[in-house]
């Protein structure tokens, strides 16, 4: 975990040509190496629970550092351009399970989201992946900062309702809060 800004943190490593067979599709062990490329920078910088901002300034980071990694990957397009498959499937499912575990410590209470903290997770780690793979879709890719910002704003709006405390209201039928 390092505290280096986020406009300098290092993005992952070029990666070698894909090595597509007849098909056309990265085989599983290539799809592994690049999630684990796109983790490894997420993790790098990952300024931590403390964060200056807290919870949304971290996930700001990680979404932004994920989406720009993958932005400048060379086989995003490649990934990005298929159907899921069950590797894919996988690290998207462990990502939302990590947001929903982040999101649920973050708001710091008991009190159940509605819909809850694993599917607000689900549906924004989605949503991230949709924007970049859009991204890949078009003719003339937009800049990346826009991709960037499109991911973190669709995610934040998703997630951002599970850390607001419930208002109680007043039940005129009960006559009680």
Known sequence: MTTQPLETAPMAPTAPAPRTGITGQLDDTELTG???ELAAAVE???PGP???GGWEERERVRVSVWVRTAYEHPL???VFG??????AH???AGQAAELGFRTDVGRGRAVPAKPSAEVRAVAAVAAMWAVTATAFGTAARPP???V???AWTVVRETIAPALVPEIPTYSWTRGTW
């Not at 298929?82 to 590797?87: A, F, T």
């Open 34 to 36: 690049y999630f684990a």
């Open 44 to 46: 790098q910088a990952d």
């Open 50 to 52: 403390a964060a200056r």
């Open 76 to 78: 995003s397009a490649a």
């Open 82 to 87: 298929r159907p899921i498959g069950p590797v």
């Open 90 to 92: 996988e690290v998207r």
């Open 144 to 146: 990346r900062e826009r």
């Open 148 to 150: 960037v910002a499109d």
